[in-house]
């Protein structure tokens, strides 16, 4: 327990000191929020306030990033600079590496929600309901859990930092506008809505706005979680399978 | 096993898709020396440590550490090993203080501030205890690499190129540590392309070349066996060495890296040896 504590606490010092990650886990979701504030601030959507609408929106998004971009980055990385590789060479189980590193990435993504959800609050005035926070916030574990794995299959299949930060922006930027994030679903033509509602940002969010948002959800609760833990599955099973220790030769 | 033989390695083979790394290779290292893998780059050195550590299931073969076979107890030997592999493995967030901590973690050992700065202290970097690794010197960086190596207080001490790409004051430095660490009753494996690092170093010196153990012995007695006779006009000038072992072992020369100059090791060697 306590290793897992020295491990938990060294990583998170790792993820919090990390100028890159700090600015686009909090200075651009952060950004975003001031940014649609000031454009739709106190407008409406559809009879619900535009804010707490998009503030839904950053906070999947910034869970999306997180994993297709942070997470499958930073594994790549530290194959690459043997960091694993040493890490491997001391008798630690795997479990408590992987329950530490799962732990930590998990709390830096409630934190970072938080944020999100606070500065839209004290800036922009958007309300929610402290009940419909704390549920929508057990949602975001599970569905950040499900990006994390994602992430970590992006970085098993990747042969380098740069192709795994690539393949990761290649899947994030069109699923951040196929998932009614920002762009409000009913705007896409029907055969891209087709699409975007195995989008897991899509079941993600669609999700959780019900329960901080009055609107309705756009299709039942229970698809959007099997689909979610499929994609969870679909995650482990890639990582799993093809997960290196080394950097390919 | 004889009772004096702490690592005893068994027709070890390591293959690569296309590659055979390590043929059939024998060697047993005895308890307390140091020992000298000697060879050119891609000769097999660092695949035959990684069966060693456990990071790499032997192909053929048997890897043992103090009695336990490798790839089936790998946690049991990776208690008592101490490593340092060629990259040296440092998170760049984090300091040499919290380096320590986190190596020490990992290997279920948690020693207090006071027993780190020790640490620091005894490789030269009591001064660095708050830097970063980024912010640190090769020379300073190879250094913590050695302290993490010894968090586990291990009997052994597996060196992966402890050497290569520092400047001479700095690998004198870090020959200073291994030297230690033989005073400390340890057992020290190391692998270098620099023949006077083997022979200054090195109790007993294993030359690998293509994945095969071509001699073993101690430096002074593979000079007496295999170095042929200079010629009157090199006679007059050196001494025959482990190059001239090599090159008649081989027919090739031992090719030596370019070493990057360093700042402060010089003032810290003054200080500590
Ligand atoms: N992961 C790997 N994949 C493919 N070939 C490798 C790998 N690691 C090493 N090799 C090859 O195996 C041979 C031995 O490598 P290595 O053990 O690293 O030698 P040394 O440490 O003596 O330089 C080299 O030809 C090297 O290219
Ligand atoms: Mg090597």
Redesign the interface.
């Given at each position: 327990m306590r290793r897992f504590l020295v491990v938990f606490r060294s990583l998170l010092k790792i993820n919090l000191r990390d100028k890159a990650a700090l600015f686009w886990g909090f200075a651009f979701p952060i950004g975003l929020i001031l940014l649609y504030g000031t454009i739709w601030g106190g407008q409406d959507f559809n009879g619900v306030s535009a804010m707490t609408w998009l503030t839904v929106g950053v906070v999947v998004l910034n869970i999306m990033a997180s994993g297709f971009i942070g997470d499958a980055t930073w594994l790549t990385q530290m194959r690459a600079q043997g960091i694993l590789l040493r890490v491997q060479a001391a008798p630690l189980p795997r479990a408590v590496l992987v329950a530490a590193y799962g732990a930590v990435r998990l709390v830096i993504v409630l934190i970072q929600a938080a944020a999100i959800v606070l500065v839209a609050m004290l800036v922009f005035g958007a309300k929610f309901s402290l009940s419909g926070v704390a549920l929508a916030f057990v949602i975001a574990l599970g569905g950040a859990a499900v990006f994390i794995l994602l992430g970590q299959a992006i970085a098993a299949l990747a042969p380098s930092t740069g192709a795994s930060m690539a393949i990761g922006q290649c899947i994030y930027f069109p699923l951040m506008f196929l998932s009614n994030l920002f762009i409000p679903i009913e705007s896409l033509p029907a055969w891209l809505y087709g699409i975007a509602r195995w989008n897991p940002a899509y079941m993600l969010v669609d999700l959780m706005r019900p329960v901080m948002v009055a609107v309705p959800a756009q299709q039942a609760s229970w698809l959007n979680l099997l689909g979610l833990l499929l994609y969870g599955l679909l995650g482990i099973m890639i990582a799993a399978r093809f997960f290196r220790w080394e950097p390919k030769r | 096993m004889q009772a004096d033989t702490i690592i005893e390695i068994q027709h070890l083979c390591v293959q690569?898709n296309n590659v055979q790394a390590v043929k059939q290779l024998d060697l047993t290292v005895r308890r307390g020396e140091v020992f000298g893998m000697l060879g050119p780059n891609g000769a097999g050195k660092s695949s035959t440590l990684s069966c060693i550590?456990?990071?790499r299931r032997p192909d053929g073969g048997t890897v043992r550490v103090d009695g336990h076979d490798v790839a089936r107890d790998?946690?049991a030997v990776?208690?008592i090993?101490g490593?340092q592999?060629?990259?040296?493995?440092?998170?760049n967030?984090?300091t040499a203080v919290?380096l320590i901590?986190?190596?020490a973690?990992?290997?279920?050992v948690?020693p207090t501030r006071a027993q780190i700065m020790a640490l620091l202290e005894r490789f030269g970097l009591a001064q660095k205890a708050g830097a970063r690794a980024p912010q640190l010197s090769g020379g300073q960086q190879q250094r913590l690499a050695l302290a993490i190596a010894l968090v586990n207080n291990p009997q052994v001490v597996l060196l992966d190129e402890p050497t290569t790409g520092l400047d001479p004051q700095a690998r004198r430095g870090v020959w200073a540590m291994v030297r230690r660490m033989r005073e400390e009753g340890r057992t020290v494996l190391l692998t270098t392309h620099y023949m006077d690092e083997a022979q200054e170093l090195c109790d007993r010196i294993g030359i690998i070349d293509n994945g095969v153990l071509v001699a073993l012995d101690t430096p002074l007695a593979l000079i007496a066996r295999h170095a042929p006779p200079l010629s009157p006009q090199d006679a007059a000038r050196r001494q025959p060495n482990l190059e001239d072992v090599f090159l008649a072992l081989t027919g090739r020369g031992l090719d030596g890296e370019q070493s990057l100059v360093q700042d402060d090791e010089a003032r810290w060697l003054a200080t500590t040896t």
């Open positions: - | 690569y550590m456990g990071l790998p946690l990776k208690r090993l490593v592999l060629q990259k040296s493995a440092l998170f967030e984090l919290e901590e986190l190596y973690a990992l290997y279920e948690f």
